[in-house]
């Protein structure tokens, strides 16, 4: 474990099992990076396991560590060693309660540190307590259930987000994103930009900025309108609103709204409306134990009859029998199974909702 010295400020980064790899290095690397710009080693860093022992990603490298869990959180207040800024990196599955986490995550905030959550790291801290009441960003795909388990949480479909002293990412390399705005409240925007020079970044997204980018090259929605209307609709999965109503409320007809989804998703709205609901249903089979009546009524469905048919038409397969196959797969550790991916749609997310691009 080292002391780096004359480092202004120091990240601890928790390394949850099955880390994604490429978030926790973007992180770092972004750090790296805004020192090799200042000239000086501003930014140090430290990683954290469970038990001090190196921890396998998910794409299968394992990661060597600085220091315990146990070690880190007796470094809190220490001068020189403890940290201004405790992280944790997930990856693509939550993990269940780790109390010794909950505990010097709790005390890192008692002490003012700022909370960072990359991927499933968020549900980690949402766990605490400690994200009530703020914005913070959820992978889409573990959106769904995350929504589900934390109601208080103002959860988004954003790339990154900062509320106060919690900050969340939805992983990849969106952390990268995050982290050099790090650099960016610490210095000014020209320093941030040289990391990205450096990093070959052409664009790095904001606080909010869309998640997921369109499949297709091209594949974009410029219309106001359009995105109003999907945004209405993202807000309205669980009890679908009359089209006429959504259509109302940005002052366009029922005629050019169909023309206009039409033209720049190439399906109507009835069925765009039903693809994203299907969807969130397909995330909530594959990453929640919510049993499948529940899944269909918080998706808008008005039996479970009705939800299984249009379920098994889009993906092939009904709902009890995909939840069946991946719990066997992951049990099995054979990977995962065709329903695991994401929905068959190109699915780009907005700072203001989801918006599913057709094929």
Not at 114 to 142: K, M, N, Y
Not at 208 to 214: E, T
Request: with cysteine; aromatic share 8%; proline share 4%.
């Amino acid at each position: 474990m080292l002391k780096i010295k004359g480092a202004e400020r120091l990240f601890s980064l928790y390394l949850e099992p099955g880390f994604s790899l490429q978030a926790f290095s973007s992180a770092v690397e972004a750090l790296r990076l805004a020192n090799e710009v200042l000239e000086s080693e501003i930014y140090a860093w430290r990683v954290v396991s469970d038990d001090g022992l190196s921890v396998r990603s998910s794409c299968g490298p394992t990661i060597s560590v600085d220091t315990s869990l146990k070690e880190e959180r007796g470094l809190l207040g220490k001068t020189g060693w403890s940290p201004s800024v405790a992280v944790i990196c997930g990856g693509s599955h939550p993990l269940t309660a780790n109390r010794a986490l909950h505990g010097w995550l709790r005390e890192c905030r008692a002490r003012k540190l700022c909370l960072v959550g990359i991927a499933s790291g968020i549900f980690s801290i949402a766990q605490t307590g400690l994200a009530d009441g703020r914005r913070c960003a959820v992978h889409w795909e573990q959106f769904p259930s995350f929504v589900e388990q934390f109601p208080r949480i103002a959860a988004v479909q954003a790339a990154y987000e900062i509320d106060g002293d919690t900050y969340s990412c939805s992983g990849g390399d969106a952390a990268f994103d995050m982290f050099v705005q790090f650099v960016r409240e610490d210095y000014e925007s020209a320093t941030a930009n040289r990391v990205c020079e450096k990093a070959v970044a052409m664009t790095v997204r904001q606080p909010g900025d869309r998640q997921r980018l369109p499949l297709h090259a091209g594949a974009a929605i410029h219309h106001d309108g359009l995105l109003k209307i999907i945004e209405q609709m993202e807000r309205h999965l669980d009890e679908p609103v009359a089209l006429e109503d959504i259509a109302a409320s940005s002052r366009l007809s029922r005629r050019q709204v169909e023309r206009i989804f039409s033209q720049q998703i190439g399906r109507s709205p009835a069925r765009y409306y039903l693809e994203m609901r299907l969807e969130r249903a397909h995330l909530l089979i594959l990453n929640s134990q919510l049993p499948i009546v529940e899944i269909a009524m918080a998706c808008g469905f008005i039996s479970a009859s009705h939800f299984s048919k249009a379920y098994r038409e889009n993906y092939g397969l009904a709902p009890r029998e995909a939840r069946s196959e991946v719990v066997e797969r992951r049990r099995s550790g054979h990977g995962t199974f065709a329903a695991d991916a994401p929905a068959p749609l190109p699915v780009m997310r907005s700072s203001i909702g989801e918006m599913v691009h057709a094929k």
